[in-house]
């Protein structure tokens, strides 16, 4: 688990690349300048870690890319403190940028083997959510309601209504919507019963699927 100053250089570049992007949230930049993500990875895939590029983690999933982790994290507007859950800890790379950033993160994730393998490595890097949870991120966290602001990793079919529901009013739910290709669809809540919606653009995700595994 070496992290060197070849990788901090290379974090670097990475930064510039997401900044030339369009990413301007300090805190967003600073915590991908400051994540060892290719201890995230498969150590066959160390030299390409900080490509702005997905790559797999096992049990058919991927690590988001970089430019996507970084424009979910930026719509959020976290400050420090807030509670923010996340649906799809996957490989615990957008947690630990989350952590960083100052959240309090609540984290669920459908796949045993890799709820397992994040909730290993995150203490290890010295990055402690608040909850990992291994479970079906479609029904949320609701012991742990309400959130500032929620996060779904994975491409959804429909905006589920228990995450609507565990939202704060002015909070942030930051959802891709669709099949094959994802809308990034922002959703504020106005009060009890109304959302604000925006649609950012395209994005591709793995599905986000019903019940644990
Ligand atoms: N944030 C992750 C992205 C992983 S890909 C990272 O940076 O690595 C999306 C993740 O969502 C996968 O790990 C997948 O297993 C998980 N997932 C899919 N459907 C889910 C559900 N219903 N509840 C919780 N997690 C889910």
Redesign the pocket.
């Known amino acids: 688990m070496k992290d060197t100053a070849k990788h901090q250089g290379l974090r670097n570049q990475l930064v510039n690349v997401l900044q030339q992007k369009g990413i301007t949230d300090v805190n967003v930049l600073d915590a991908i300048k400051k994540i060892p993500r290719h201890l995230?990875l498969n150590s066959s895939f160390e030299d390409y870690a900080y490509q702005d590029k997905a790559f797999p983690?096992g049990?058919?999933?991927?690590?988001?890319q970089p430019y996507t982790?970084a424009f979910q994290s930026q719509l959020l507007e976290i400050k420090k403190e807030h509670k923010v859950l996340?649906?799809?800890?996957?490989?615990?790379?957008?947690?630990a940028v989350l952590c960083l950033m100052g959240a309090k993160v609540f984290s669920?994730?459908?796949?045993n083997e890799?709820f397992k393998q994040t909730s290993s490595l995150l203490p290890k890097l010295g990055i402690r959510p608040k909850h990992l949870s291994f479970?079906?991120?479609?029904k949320g966290l609701p012991s742990y309601a309400p959130f500032d602001s929620i996060i779904v990793?994975?491409g959804a079919p429909f905006i589920p209504k228990p995450l609507m529901a565990q939202l704060k009013i002015g909070g942030r739910l930051v959802i891709p919507l669709g099949d094959d290709v994802q809308i990034m669809t922002l959703l504020i809540r106005k009060n009890e019963t109304q959302f604000e919606k925006h649609e950012l653009g395209e994005f591709r995700?793995?599905?986000?699927?019903?019940?644990?595994?």
Do not use: H, M, W
């Open positions: 995230f983690i049990a058919g999933q991927t690590i988001s982790v996340e649906i799809g800890t996957g490989s615990g790379y957008q947690t669920v994730e459908r796949q890799l479970g079906d991120g479609y990793t994975a995700f793995v599905p986000l699927l019903e019940d644990k595994n």
